[in-house]
């Protein structure tokens, strides 16, 4: 049998870049993409080399994408609106409780399609910039 565990009872949290720095939940999450980073490879192959040699390099954040109901008059939904273009801190709690805080460089808000039978919702994409603290 499985222990797999759920999405549900997820969250994506934005910072209120105070200090000492508050979290608050963004309400309506409907999906949190991919978080992690690749790092590069360097080539270091040299003349004395008998095959080709590499090191890690620099590590690349994801691009990040969520997906929400979008709430007009929520506080959070309008600062992601408004973030684009900025760099904002992010926590993200999975429910399985563990976490990771990075700073999201936030380079697109778009409402998404609108239909007569499905609800209003809206996309922010961004890049993880720097290190991620996994938790």
Do not use: C
């Not at 978080?35 to 192959?45: K, M």
């Not at 390099?57 to 990040?64: E, I, Q, T, V």
């Amino acid at each position: 049998m499985t222990s797999a565990v759920l999405g549900a009872n997820s969250y994506f949290k934005l910072s209120d870049a105070a200090s000492p720095e508050v979290y608050t939940t963004v309400a309506e999450i409907l999906t949190i993409g991919a978080v992690g980073s690749v790092a590069s490879e360097v080539d270091v192959t040299n003349m004395d080399s008998t095959a080709m040699e590499y090191v890690s390099g620099l590590k690349d954040g994801a691009s990040l994408e969520i997906n929400f109901n979008y709430l007009a008059s929520n506080t959070q939904h309008e600062a992601l609106r408004d973030a684009v273009e900025s760099t904002v801190n992010i926590q993200i709690v999975w429910s399985d409780a563990s976490t990771a805080n990075f700073a999201w460089v936030v380079l697109g808000f778009n409402r998404d399609e609108s239909t007569p039978t499905d609800q209003l919702k809206a996309t922010v994409t961004g890049r993880i910039t720097g290190d991620i603290t996994w938790a």
